[in-house]
């Protein structure tokens, strides 16, 4: 099982991620799940699993529609228990960012 930590901004798991690769955690291990689009983090890491867009007030309001929003989905992918994957949920629901970083 992972691990796995919300942020709430890019600055924040930018200094977590550095922390990561100098910890030895390769980028592939990593995937970062964001309601926008991250465009730093990723030009800077370009090795870690992205599922971040930036969401216009129409894909919010289909999303918010749908019964499982395309974050929920990425969610469910991800080795968690069933308390995990409501935290990082609710963390998502609060424009928070998500990362998670799977064992080795």
């Not at 550095?18 to 090795?47: H, W, Y």
């Not at 894909?59 to 994957?85: G, N, P, Y």
């Not at 409501?86 to 998500?98: C, H, N, S």
């Amino acid at each position: 099982m992972g691990k796995i930590e919300s942020f709430p901004s890019e600055m924040l798991l930018m200094k977590q991620i550095d922390r990561l690769l100098k910890d030895g955690i390769k980028e592939p291990q990593m995937t970062v799940i964001a309601n926008s689009a991250l465009s730093t983090t990723k030009s800077t890491f370009t090795g870690i699993h992205y599922q971040a867009e930036e969401m216009g007030p129409w894909k919010k309001f289909k999303s918010m529609m749908a019964v499982k929003s395309r974050e929920e989905k990425a969610i469910d992918t991800l080795d968690l228990t069933e308390h995990e994957q409501f935290v990082y949920r609710k963390a998502l629901e609060e424009d928070q960012i998500v990362l998670y970083v799977e064992d080795a």
